[in-house]
């Protein structure tokens, strides 16, 4: 376990890594579940607050293994083992995702994340011991790989405590920050201040990009939770224009995120890789909050709760916006360039969003709103198409500079 070569050529990821995700594509989904069930139940704030939390989490817990798996990956029988540890790990937290979703906005005294927890133990113990290997292995990055364990095994600490100790859930979140700020200044010290670790670029990038799919998954899930409640009507306009709706914003999400040069960024510019990482998590979260606000249209069409028709659109229509909110600021972010262009397709995305809620203001069915709603990241794609690639061609001709 001496590290993988972080100019290796023809890196890819490996059929281990696509397992290992399939456990996060449960999580995802259940996280996406809880969240449409409390905005179908006008329990807004708490459902948004448990995701954010829960996004957190299941991210993060993708992100340690995957930046691990990058700069270390022997794929021997305990590398092998540990990873199946960390999937139970994820599986098991995912378990204490409704708890947690649950005591946020029925009872609202203390935060049930106890099984929560007990998921992350799971897999932290499997990351201690890749770590302990790594460092036995590498004496020369030993001191990154001793930071690693230290901040781990801290932060670990500090979750069980406050999962022991029942507070009130304000008081829980707030108090949150302590190890928050411990898992994310870990890594942090460890690259830029103990050696580092040798990560690949390409390799980081297109593992970021298929958590990416697998996110926008929840889309298609929540498209067919609409259509399904469609489809005791047989095959209607309805049905045929709300899947073109759903299928074409989640088409149009992945379109816009992939014209982004993630991988050759990287490469030029090591130090960008933290805006990269982290920044990433609230893009996976907004994209999967996608999926969660088809899902609330589906409840409004099957009468299941009494959320109304400017609600079940601003379920979709918010995570739209935030996506669009956060590719646009990550690209300036890690390019450090921004295009007066950016600023019109910011200005139209800004107004198919807002003109998909007036319509339900004015009463025109989910379906026709949907799709108004579905154009907005066509308009990054179509605005690349004509000119953006330009532009791109640009920022990656500057990197060495």
Known sequence: MLGRDPHESHRAATPLELL???????????????????????????????????????????????????????????????????????????????????????????????????????????????????????????????????????????WCALAIVDLPVATTFVLMAIPFLIEIGGPAYAETRRGGTPWHAHHIAERYSLMVIIALGEGMIGTMASISELSAEGLTWDIGLLALAGTALTFGIWWSYFVVPFADILHAHRERSFSFGYGHMPLFGSIVAVGAGLHVGAYYLGHEFHIGLVGAVLAAAIPVALFTAFLYAGYTILTR????????????????????????????????????????????????????????LEVLGSLDE
């Not at 329990?43 to 293994?65: P, R």
């Not at 609202?108 to 932290?124: A, C, K, Q």
């Not at 770590?131 to 990055?141: C, E, K, T």
């Not at 009463?363 to 532009?391: F, K, M, Q």
């Open 20 to 158: 290992f995700d399939l456990a996060f594509v449960v999580a995802f989904g259940t996280a996406a579940n809880e969240l449409a069930h409390a905005v179908a139940e006008e329990h807004v704030w708490a459902g948004v607050l448990g995701f954010c939390f829960a996004t957190f989490g299941i991210s993060w817990a993708w992100i340690n293994f995957t930046w691990f798996a990058s700069a270390y990956d022997t794929d021997d029988w305990i590398y092998r083992l540990t990873t199946m540890l960390q999937m139970v790990g994820v599986l098991v937290f995912a378990i204490g995702l409704k708890p947690m979703f649950t005591s946020i906005y029925e009872h609202g005294e203390t935060l049930d994340n106890d099984v929560m927890v007990w998921g992350y133990v799971i897999m932290r113990a499997a990351m201690v011991l890749q770590w302990w290997r790594a460092g036995r292995h590498d004496a020369a990055r030993r001191g990154a790989c001793q930071v690693y364990i230290v901040s781990i095994l801290v932060a670990q600490v500090a």
């Open 337 to 392: 360039n921004f295009d007066s262009l950016h600023l019109l397709l910011i200005a139209g995305s800004a107004a198919l969003v807002i003109a998909s809620v007036l319509l339900a203001t004015a009463g025109v069915s989910l379906v026709w709103c949907l799709l108004v709603l579905a154009l907005t990241p066509w308009v990054t794609v179509v605005g690349y198409e004509l000119r953006g690639y330009r532009h791109n």
